[in-house]
């Protein structure tokens, strides 16, 4: 939310209310800025200004950062037909304006950043910031040192102009290893895998730039981003 910002809409958003209702409500004198009632619906709300709807104060939270460990079978998105969203295991006031920072497969486990700030996640997710995302892997098919080799130089995804740009990788077990890119094209770790000729079983986010998925947080819990993991 940016401020100035019309008194219909902050009411909306923060009584969470159909802007309809939240209109007929300030026209009813719901509403007061400042201890003075305003019935103008696009009355221009300052941050530092005290808004009061039906007997209680309205208090926007400002910019807030999760990070979620994802399970499998949610999406990232914010609203979908056919699936839980990762919003559902967000026990959080005034949603509506937060996304997803870098979103993950409906079958991708691990760190999902939820935040209402657009400039702070495109910093992180943009790939002119060369901000590495990292993931643990699990193949079907053993990790051998020339397909290694080449997930590091970079491999031609089908359907991209482009190589894909230098990645880091790492064996962990035959069966396993851990890769960073600082791209976030459509399934790109996949597709990664079977440019290698090796296919995807399990895959799980633990990194994202700075920011790890703090291993007490079990799969489907939550918390706030520390000030020092939003700074990163
Ligand atoms: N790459 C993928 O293929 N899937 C994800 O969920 C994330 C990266």
């Not at 600082?182 to 895998?193: D, I, N, S, T």
């Amino acid at each position: 939310m940016k401020f100035p910002c019309r008194l219909d809409k902050f009411v909306s958003h923060l009584a969470e209310l159909p802007r309809s209702k939240a209109r007929a409500a300030i026209k009813r004198q719901a509403a007061t800025v400042n201890g003075e009632v305003v019935t103008a619906f696009d009355f221009q709300v300052k941050q530092q200004d005290e808004i009061m709807f039906e007997g209680e104060q309205l208090v926007f939270l400002g910019k807030r950062y999760y990070m979620l460990n994802k399970p499998v079978g949610y999406v990232c998105a914010n609203s979908d037909e056919l699936h839980r969203t990762v919003f559902d295991l967000l026990d959080e006031p005034n949603m509506a304006d937060f996304h997803v920072a870098g979103r993950l497969d409906i079958d991708t486990t691990g760190l999902v950043i939820i935040t209402n700030d657009g400039d702070w996640s495109h910093k992180i997710t943009s790939p002119k910031n060369n901000k590495f995302k990292t993931y643990l892997v699990e193949t079907q098919e053993p990790i051998t040192d020339e397909s290694l080799e080449q997930l590091r130089v970079g491999v031609q995804l089908h359907n991209e102009k482009d190589l894909t740009r230098p990645a880091k990788a790492e064996r962990l077990a035959n069966f396993g290893l851990r890769l960073s890119i600082c791209e976030g094209k459509y399934h790109q770790v996949k597709r990664m895998l079977a440019a290698v000729d090796n296919k995807v079983v399990e895959l799980h986010r633990e990194q994202i730039a700075g920011i790890k998925l703090d291993e007490n947080l079990a799969s489907g819990e939550y918390r706030q981003l520390t000030v020092e993991e939003v700074k990163l």
